[in-house]
């Protein structure tokens, strides 16, 4: 009968697994708090406030276009309108989720330690750091997706009924960087000094990922790797939703769903065992 009892009860890992995600369900006004806080701060104190979320963009897609197509001569996938534009919006729309995953993972590693005050209160639910520094992240680059569709708009290229399924690749993306976040998370509490480490690896990923350059350029040994690359799936997602009004491939679709999930799922898990630990490494 014991054993049968305890067949039926879930393993502690899991349950607290489950708890974990009823605690950020029911502090979601919290969350809600912190990624404003979050998004908010890299603008509080400068004269144009929160319009430089979508000045920064227009900017940086002006430079890439005075760089890349004026000056470098870069032409390949134009886009609509003014020819020059080609490369800078091309650009900019693969370094969006590039970014997310950068940003993600290079502020994960420390922020047990930039937020020991909360993580050494009990009362504190520390699974909400890593959840909330993902979904900050991911945020603001929602505003630098409006921006960009703004643009595309105003150069004759709208976007097509393909869009509507960006928010599906924005899901799977989401549990992609969140299960980094918890995973590096831990690991940088663990390790302290991996920072720069991952910091070396995420601009190493740059060159390893069809951000400057087209994914179809890749050959042989080069070609498997990009292929078995997240990020290079999410490039070339949003570049195939919002430029070319295609569709990803079905197969790397599920595939990276799968990932994405059980990455979630596995850094959630870990993180989740390993927090009790927290306040003796800080």
């Not at 039926?8 to 806080?37: G, N």
Request: glycine share 6%.
């Amino acid at each position: 009968m014991f054993a049968a009892e305890t067949l039926k009860e879930p393993p502690k890992a899991l349950r607290s697994t489950f708890e974990a995600l009823r605690t950020l369900y029911q502090r979601r006004w919290l969350l809600w708090y912190m990624i404003q806080r979050d998004v908010s701060k890299s603008y509080r104190g400068s004269v144009l406030g929160f319009a430089w979320a979508f000045l920064g963009p227009l900017l940086l897609i002006a430079l890439y276009t005075i760089v890349f197509s004026k000056i470098l001569g870069f032409r390949f996938h134009p886009v609509a309108g003014d020819p020059s534009l080609n490369f800078g919006l091309y650009l900019y729309c693969g370094l969006i989720p590039y970014q997310m995953y950068a940003n993600t993972l290079n502020s994960a590693t420390g922020i047990i330690q930039s937020n020991s005050m909360l993580v050494k209160k009990m009362v504190f639910p520390t699974e909400i750091l890593p959840f909330v520094s993902a979904t900050s992240t991911l945020a603001e680059r929602l505003f630098e997706l409006v921006v960009l569709l703004a643009l595309l708009v105003a150069f004759g290229h709208p976007p097509g009924w393909t869009i509507a399924l960006l928010p599906a690749i924005f899901v799977i993306q989401l549990l992609f960087i969140l299960g980094l976040s918890y995973l590096f998370s831990v690991i940088g509490a663990y390790l302290p000094d991996i920072k720069e480490t991952v910091r070396s690896i995420v601009r190493a990923s740059f060159f390893v990922t069809p951000v400057i350059w087209p994914a179809d350029k890749a050959k042989g040994v080069f070609h498997y790797i990009v292929s078995l690359n997240p990020i290079a799936y999410f490039v070339e997602a949003y570049r195939d939703l919002i430029i070319s009004h295609t569709l990803p491939g079905a197969i790397p679709t599920l595939g990276f769903t799968v990932f994405s999930i059980l990455l979630f799922a596995g850094g959630l898990m870990l993180f989740v065992r390993a927090k009790h630990r927290f306040p003796d490494l800080i």
